[in-house]
């Protein structure tokens, strides 16, 4: 079992950073790849980014790609979201989560969250024009 909690979240000018974190609990949490999605009200949940368990690769959305950047610190069970450059447009409810393990990680898959395991509550972030 894998559990996740994102924190980071909250309130910034358009031009501003977040940095949002997840923190992990979980004995082989180490293996899973991870992503970060997110929500606007009324839609689903859309593909922001994610890394392999290594951190060797990282993978963008178009809309964030050269903004945002990915990491993850497997010794401190953490993998962060760098954002920079926020547009009012990245306003949402960003979540972190766990990819299964047992398929390969490709643009289609890592895109797919019905091929993450485990999911966050979510932490809102909020830019304002």
């Known amino acids: 079992q894998v559990q996740l909690g994102e924190s980071g979240g909250g309130l910034v000018q358009a031009g501003g950073s977040l940095r949002l974190s997840c923190a992990i609990t979980?004995?082989?949490?180490?293996?899973?790849?991870m992503g970060w999605f997110r929500r606007t009200p009324g839609l689903e949940r859309t593909f922001v980014s994610a890394i392999t368990w290594n951190g060797d690769n990282t993978y963008y959305a178009d809309s964030v790609k050269g903004r945002f950047t990915i990491s993850r610190d497997n010794a401190k069970n953490t993998v962060d979201l760098q954002m920079n450059n926020l547009k009012p447009e990245d306003s949402a409810v960003y979540y972190c989560a766990a990819f299964n393990p047992g398929i390969p990680l490709t643009m289609a898959t890592m895109t797919n969250q019905d091929e993450y395991w485990y999911w966050g509550q979510g932490t809102q972030v909020t830019v304002s024009s």
């Open positions: 979980g004995r082989t949490w180490t293996v899973y790849a």
